[in-house]
Each structure stands twice: as structure tokens, then as C-alpha cells.
């Protein structure tokens, strides 16, 4: 009854500006406008925020939207600003005068959507309060968790208070909850079901495909650092990772110090450094960020022309996500990954780190897991099939065709000889 066909066309192009629905996006956003829940995985960039944002216009409540990260709720909030659609955010980062107003505001029906951090919301003043309130006012149209594999021990960016969000299927009983997420395992999105009580969801599975990444595999030997220096050289934004901290220093400085405006990225600088030298990536004005898998989430500079993975990355879903930074304009741009037999006795070292801290015994199901982990990445650097069919077989999705965009499909060889470390490591 909210919207017909044409009714969501109009609303897609006058509200947003667009003029088609990307892929699975119409059906999410029928879905959400029937009052279902749903959970709907659909890659970076893939458009996520839409399937939420036009059903939000379209309802005459407010929508509410969980997201981890402050980043990425000025970022939302300001692109829709920029669209006349009113939306807020309340956060750790405003005065509690601010919140107030902002909170009045959202009681008198002043925004279509409004942009909590997952701590926030579960406050008992909060829920008890604001959250009855705003329900029996206009009306919640629903709850939105966004990056919803936060809930997830499985994924790969475990949030505890995504937990809590149960409460809220609980409690507010009628109100749909949808759960958005990028991350594409079987494991992962079960756990989203399970852990956030979702009620007999629909659920939405968009393509991970990326037709426009290229995907290789190279030796790491003696000559890698120079050919990582010529891409570097090519004047387009790319991103290195590697495995640790000192690695990144290391090579941060190597790179400048043959002229490359490099700059490094990981969990032990301060994060005055680390939002200096993120936003100095993005602007271009550093057209390399070498960096460990701390740069993630929330970085959406769409132009990054290449990711070479100087390190083994720990899972192959790491890989797809940290590889599937490249290219996000649709553009083609390239994913390489340097592999040498030595990563596999560094990764066994590190995973054999894993031990209780008390008692210093091995944790024996987070090793498991760790190697079966390893044992996927190893299976991939050392194929001879097709990479994109190898990513996306572990996300459940079947490629018709070899892809023709990989080194594998474009330089078919015969199944090559193992090295002898993975030979021993893949067969214990
Ligand atoms: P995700 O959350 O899935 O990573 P976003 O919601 O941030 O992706 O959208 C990625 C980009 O795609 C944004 O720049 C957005 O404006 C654009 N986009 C989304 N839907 C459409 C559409 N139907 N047509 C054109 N561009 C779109
Ligand atoms: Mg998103």
C-alpha cells in the first residue's frame, strides 16, 4: 500500500538521484517496506545503504540505524543531509546538551532516520526510555544493524554489544529488524540469524563477484620489493598489507625512501596518526598506505587502482575483503598476492602463540581453526584454477565460467608441484 512500482522509481530518482536500482536492491527494499525482518549480504559497495535509507523516506516513522563505527555515521548522515533527507546521529562525540536536542528533536518527528552507536541504544535510560517513546510516537519503522557481522565471533570485527541487540527483537516485538552485512560465509550469516533472534527472516544474498578485479598470485622472492616498487611508481593509489607492525614501518620507510609518498597504518600509532595519515590516503596527497589489517572498515575511497597482500592474510574471507578495497569506482584494478614457503612456517609460529595466557597451555580449538584457516589460504595461493571461482566456491556462490581475469584463467598451467612445506602442512 506505500508504494507502488512507480511510487519507488520516483522516489529512487527525486530523493537519491538515481536513475536504476542496483542488483538486489528492489527486492530488499520491497521487503523492508512489507515490515519483514530481513538480512540482506551484499558486497562493499554494493549499495546497502539504500535498501534501508529509501524504504526510511517512504514510511512515515523513524528508522533507526546501528552502526559501529562514528566514521561511518557522519559519513552516512551527511550524504543523506546533502540530499534534503533529514537524518542525525547521536553518538560518544556530542556534548549531552546536543543529545538532547537531538533526541527532542526526533520526538517531535524532525528526521526520517537516526544514527546510533550499538552502547548507546542498549542504556537502560535509553531503551526504557527514549526508544518506549519514540515507538508509540509516529512509530519506529524498524531497526537497522548495519555491518551486522559485528555480531559475529566468526566474522572478522567481533563487537560484544552487538550481542545485546537481541534486547530489541525482544522487546519491540513488532518493529522489523534488518540486519545489512557484507561479510558472505554460511557461518557468519547463521550466527547473524541466531544471535540477533531475527524472526523468520527474509534473506537476501547479492553476488560477491567483482568481474572488475584481477586476481594473482606471484613468488615472494628477492625481486618482489622492486616489483612492488614500479606499481608504486605507476601514480595511482594502492595499498600494501602486511603481517606486522614493524613490517609496515619498515617498508613505509623503505618505499619513501625511494620516492614514493608512502605512509604506514596500523594499530600502534596514535589515532591523531592514524586519522592524519588515512585522510592524507584519501585526498591522494599519500598515494600508498602500507599497512596491517587494522586499515579496514570504513575507508571508502572508491580509486584504489591496486592491494598487494605483502604477507599471507590469515583467512581467505580477509583476503576478499582486504583485496576487495581495489576497485570499489567499478574500474579495473588488481589484487596480487605475494607468497613464499617461509609465510607458512611464520603463520604456524604465530598460530602456536596461541596459548592460555594463565597457564600457557595451547588453545586448541582457536590453533584448529586458525590452520583450517591457513589450509584455505594455501589451497588458494598454490591452485592452479581459477582464483575468483576458489573466493567465491568459500562464499557459496558458483561461477559459471573461469573468469578470465586472474592469472590462472589467463595463463592456464598444469597443476604445479606443491612446495614441500605446504606439502607437509596441508597434509597433517
Ligand atoms: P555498501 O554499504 O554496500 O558498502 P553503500 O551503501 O555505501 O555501499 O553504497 C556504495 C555507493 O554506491 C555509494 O556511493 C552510493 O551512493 C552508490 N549507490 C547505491 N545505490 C545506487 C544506485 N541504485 N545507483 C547508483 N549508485 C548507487
Ligand atoms: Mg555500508
Known sequence: ALADGADLFAALKTRFGFSSFRPGQEAIVRDALA???????MPTGGGKSLCFQLPAVLQPGITLVISPLIALMQDQVRLLQDNDIPATYI?????????????????????????????????????????????????INAF?????????????????????????????????????????????????????ALHDPAVHVASF???????????????????????????????????????????????????IEALPYHAG??????????????????RVMVATIAFGMGINKPDVRWVVHYDLPRTLESYYQESGRAGRDGDPAECILYFSAADIRTAEFLIQQKVDPDTGAPLEDEQ?????????VLNYAESTEC????????????????????????????????????QQFLSC
Open 368 to 376: 584448529r581453526l586458525a590452520r583450517q584457516q591457513l589450509r584455505q
Open 209 to 259: 563477484n567483482r568481474p572488475n578485479l584481477y586476481y594473482g598470485v606471484r613468488p615472494k622472492n628477492k625481486r618482489t620489493y622492486d616489483e612492488l616498487l614500479a606499481r608504486a611508481r605507476e601514480d595511482s593509489a594502492g595499498i600494501v598489507y602486511c603481517l606486522s607492525r614493524k613490517r609496515v614501518d619498515e617498508l613505509a620507510l623503505q618505499l619513501q625512501s625511494d620516492g
Open 269 to 286: 600509532l596514535s589515532a591523531e596518526q592514524r586519522r592524519r595519515n588515512q585522510e592524507a590516503f584519501i585526498r591522494d596527497d599519500a
Open 387 to 422: 582464483r575468483r571461482g576458489i573466493q567465491l566456491r568459500y562464499f557459496g556462490e558458483v561461477l559459471p565460467d573461469s573468469c578470465g581475469n586472474c592469472d590462472n584463467c589467463r595463463n592456464p598451467r598444469q597443476q604445479q608441484d606443491r612446495t614441500i612445506e605446504a
Open 91 to 139: 553518538n560518544s562525540s556530542l556534548e549531552s546538551s546536543e543529545v538532547s536536542a537531538r533526541l527532542r528533536g526526533a520526538a517531535q518527528g524532525e528526521y526520517k532516520l537516526l544514527y546510533l552507536a550499538p552502547e548507546r541504544l542498549l542504556q537502560s535510560g535509553f531503551f526504557d526510555g527514549v526508544l518506549t517513546r519514540l515507538a508509540g510516537g509516529r512509530g
Open 144 to 196: 537497522v544493524v548495519d555491518e551486522a557481522h559485528c555480531v559475529s565471533e566468526w566474522g572478522h570485527d567481533f563487537r560484544p554489544e552487538y550481542r545485546q541487540l537481541a534486547a530489541l527483537r525482544r522487546r519491540f516485538e513488532h518493529i522489523p529488524l534488518f540486519a545489512f552485512t557484507a561479510t558472505a560465509t554460511p557461518r557468519v550469516r547463521q550466527d547473524i540469524i541466531n544471535q540477533l
Open 35 to 41: 515490515g519483514r525482518d530481513l538480512l540482506a549480504i
